[in-house]
């Protein structure tokens, strides 16, 4: 039973490897010629962009001195490419509608419909959702941790994983909080910081499963596993950030850790007697079959939701759930302590 689920990761492993990102939209010759003409005159069609009024050295056409900031520029520039983008998608799509064609991808991205400026709404509003699944469960745990179970005298808590899941909470946080400003709106900066991170919070939880799991309790020990770990994930992040956002790369380097992880409480859930390991099996289990979603990518049902964002909805219950075990182990640990001392 336990190996049937590892062998189900490592064959996701796999599939997931396989994975080639190349956007065809983006290819297309037609969508080629609108954006350079776009990036020329500023229009699409009809629809033509204030942001796209530059002068042949790159400066804004007709702009106050203070608004010719480099910052400033570059937010214009990143609208106007934006803009022309998304028009010339729109009007792509809709042409091969009438042709009767499918969807396909521009610059690694379905053809989403903008919501209030979002470029992706339905992920923008499911990363809302898991931000503040997290901040519930991190606020119910500390409340558990600190209200309602005995404390040491100095007002500490029993629990020895109390701070390493506080860290969890806030390295999640960030993550999600980076996730929904990525959807709303992509860019290079806010690709970076989305993407280091989730680099971040999947090494950190990488690191968190090894050592609740292996009931890692001695500060030595907790130092000497986490360091590797934590060098490997801090170089990724380096990589990404400063030589080459390579997604395939990347993609490798997320998966290789997460399933990592799931395998390690699987077979932790599987041995230990913990009185809530139905609830690691559930998490795993589902986490297993939500991340399929990543691999049967579909275009977005009615603009809005694509498989990726029905992968972020589905880790919001799973956020819940979680968040339950993480305070059923606070208790389960700290009577297990108390027991013990008596
Ligand atoms: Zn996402």
Redesign the pocket.
Known sequence: MLYGYVFVFLLLLCCFVNIIDASAGDADPLYRGCIRQCQETGCVGQKCFPHCTFSSDGEIVGRPWYMQEPLYLQWKKWDCQSDCRYHCMLDREKEKELLNLDPVKYHGKWPFKRIFGMQ?PA?VA??ALNLAMHFHGWVSFFIILYYKLPLKDEKKAYYEYASLWHIYALLSLNSWFW?AV??SRDVDLTEKL?YSS?VILLGYSLILAILRSFNVRDEATRVMVSAPLSAFAITHVMYINFYKLDYGWNMKVCVVMAVAQLAIWAVWAGVSRHPSRWKLWLVVFAGGLAMLLEIYDFPPYEGLFDA??I??ASTIPLTYIWWSFIRDDAHFRTTKILKKAR
């Open positions: 992706e992920s499911f990363s996730s990525f959807h989305d989730a990726h964002a992968w972020h």
